[in-house]
């Protein structure tokens, strides 16, 4: 068993950015966002690059809007709500990080909201051009080859429904390869697929959620997996908050399993202000070597072994 103290940004990945608007009239406005990551121990930026998280321009009305630039796929907006984590170190980001980081580079996307139906879609020319070493947040795909029209391209699709108590949301998400690119994405003929079905209700105050996100990787020998997770949150008192997740990781064809189980309790000093404690224990099986708190780097235990950790601090949001 190993256990350890996970590093800075554990609840929410502290970020800090602009947003910004225009009427043009007409119902028709220019929007803007630039987001940058960064670690609060050290003041490093985050994803390799200066805004990292997102950085767009785009046009917004009653239809929708379509944006320009490096922004979220679709994959994590279908997220949002049945995975009642969010971007918590103790999350399903620990068991696939691909999911804390769908964004893509040089994307267009557009996203529209009826009646409560939301409809999306993203289509990016080259997916990701920094090189970050072997990692999420930097996978070396810059695409835009004349070579290889369809290197590093990638493309996702949402259909979400959100009623009064209840939601549901289906989303496709899918990267193609390139020379160089890491995760043994090498060749533009290889791709790497999410397809995530999810839901969510609310019983009272109290919400439950679940879902499952099945991966199909063609760099992979055993390309097919399933990750099933399913939560639940809810305020003890108006300031008090605990949720609960628990997720499976599930490869085909392979003895590589894991487990994920997290508990967190947030209390509210102000409308902008919280502090909170996470647990959480990881469980690997075969020759996995997951870690419980993946954003830490150097944090992966023994293969097959078990990992605990805890975390404290606060959330200030501004």
């Known amino acids: 068993?190993?256990?350890?103290?996970?590093?800075?940004?554990?609840?929410?990945?502290?970020?800090?950015?602009?947003?910004?608007?225009e009427d043009l009239g007409n119902g028709l406005r220019a929007v803007f966002t630039l987001e940058q990551g960064f670690a609060p121990d050290s003041g490093v930026l985050g994803q390799g690059r200066t805004f990292g998280r997102q950085a767009f321009v785009g046009l917004a009305g009653s239809w929708g809007s379509i944006t320009l630039g490096?922004?979220?796929?679709?994959?994590?907006?279908?997220?949002?709500?049945?995975?009642?984590?969010?971007p918590n170190?103790?999350?399903p980001g620990s068991l696939d990080s691909y999911i804390p980081n769908a964004r893509a580079d040089n994307a267009i996307?557009?996203?529209?909201?009826?009646?409560g139906l939301t409809l999306g879609a993203t289509y990016s020319l080259?997916?990701?051009?920094?090189?970050l070493g072997p990692g999420p947040a930097g996978t070396?795909?810059?695409g835009e080859n004349a070579a290889d029209k369809e290197a590093c391209r990638a493309w996702s699709v949402l259909a979400k429904y959100d009623a009064a108590s209840w939601g549901a949301a289906l989303a496709v998400d899918r990267l193609r390869g390139g020379p160089g690119a890491f995760a043994g994405l090498t060749a533009s003929h290889l791709g790497d697929s999410r397809v995530s079905a999810n839901g969510y209700v609310k019983l009272g105050a109290t919400k439950l959620g679940g879902g499952v996100v099945r991966r199909n990787n063609d760099a992979s020998p055993t390309p097919e997996s399933d990750l099933w997770y399913v939560g639940v949150t809810h305020p003890v008192t108006p300031q008090f908050i605990v949720d609960a997740q628990l997720a499976r990781l599930n490869i085909k064809d392979s003895a590589n399993q894991a487990t994920l189980l997290a508990l967190r309790g947030s209390y509210?000093?102000?409308?902008?202000t919280l502090v909170y404690a996470t647990a959480g224990r990881l469980a690997n099986d075969g020759t996995l070597a997951l870690s419980v708190s993946a954003g830490a780097p150097g944090s992966n235990p023994v293969a097959g072994d078990s990992q605990t950790g805890v975390m404290l601090g606060i959330r200030h949001v501004f």
């Open 89 to 91: 170190v103790y999350g």
């Open 126 to 131: 080259g997916r990701d051009a920094v090189n």
């Open 70 to 86: 490096r922004q979220y796929t679709m994959l994590f907006w279908s997220l949002l709500d049945a995975e009642v984590m969010g």
């Open 140 to 142: 070396n795909c810059a």
């Open 109 to 115: 996307a557009y996203r529209g909201t009826f009646n």
């Open 1 to 21: 068993m190993a256990r350890r103290v996970p590093t800075l940004t554990g609840s929410l990945p502290s970020r800090w950015g602009m947003r910004g608007s």
């Open 268 to 272: 509210l000093l102000s409308k902008r």
